[in-house]
């Protein structure tokens, strides 16, 4: 677990919105892994709109 810290948060504002995928909880866990330089672990496609941004596995 990790919790939500402003820089997080600053990331999200940064994050442009992808017509396919509003999610905001995803978008969450994009900018947080964004700012952590980690890795997200998921089978949702819907992560894939992201991968020049951030490194998906599964």
């Known amino acids: 677990m990790l919790p939500i810290h402003n820089k997080h948060l600053l990331e999200y504002q940064n994050l442009s919105l992808n017509a396919g995928h509003r999610d905001p909880f995803d978008r969450l866990i994009i900018s947080t892994a964004i700012?952590?330089?980690?890795?997200?672990?998921?089978?949702?496609?819907?992560?894939?709109?992201?991968?020049?941004?951030?490194?998906?596995?599964w």
Request: charged share 20%; aromatic share 8%.
């Open 35 to 57: 700012s952590e330089q980690a890795a997200i672990v998921s089978v949702d496609k819907q992560f894939d709109h992201y991968q020049s941004l951030v490194e998906i596995l």
